[in-house]
């Protein structure tokens, strides 16, 4: 069992996480990434102090707009799945204005060529009701890598959607397994 805990922007693990195995056709990740969360969810600051810790260059930006993908310059969009409705509360937003949001930014990173990563990390807690399922069935279609924890794919979905698109899946066990993904998939020069 791990222990995590989120104290001053650190997670602490009680074990070393597990190597992750990579499927062939996995896009290399290049920085500078931006972390957005499509339903205000706590898993983009999870990946960020990931992303941190692994030394990888990554803004997060919960309320990310179209337009600041092209003025930061971003290689990566990295995309978490799963909505809190406590977090959309306190961003003034509800879940079809982050559908629409996350949507317009989806288009932003296509036409600029980002590399998508669609990622739910933070588990079945974040998979029960029909928000949670608006904002994975946005995301993961138009996601060019999934990470996704295997505890989500009971029903096979994300295996289904991977293989229907043509999408490398990655499966993890837990969520600290994507800090020892992130040296591997991001290449540094």
Do not use: W
Request: aromatic letters at 2%; one cysteine or more.
């Amino acid at each position: 069992m791990t222990a995590m805990l989120l104290t001053g922007g650190l997670f602490a693990a009680a074990h070393a996480t597990a190597p992750v195995s990579v499927p062939p056709g996995t896009p290399v990740l290049r920085e500078p990434a931006v972390v957005t969360t499509c339903g205000q969810s706590p898993g983009a600051l999870m990946v960020k102090v990931m992303c941190d810790e692994a030394k990888v260059e990554c803004v997060q930006a919960d309320l990310l707009k179209p337009e600041q993908l092209a003025a930061g310059k971003f290689k990566t969009l990295i995309v978490t799945m799963g909505t809190s409705l406590k977090g959309m509360g306190a961003a003034g937003v509800n879940v079809d204005s982050e559908l629409r949001r996350i949507r317009a930014v989806l288009a932003e990173a296509r036409r600029l060529k980002l590399t998508v990563v669609g990622v739910q990390l933070e588990g079945p807690s974040r998979r029960t009701d029909e928000t949670d399922e608006a904002s994975i069935r946005t995301v993961a279609p138009e996601s060019d890598l999934l990470i996704i924890r295997s505890d989500v794919n009971g029903d096979g979905y994300f295996t289904r959607v991977a293989a229907e698109k043509k999408i490398p899946l990655i499966l993890i066990k837990e969520a600290l397994d994507v800090k020892a993904l992130l040296p591997v998939l991001f290449k540094k020069p």
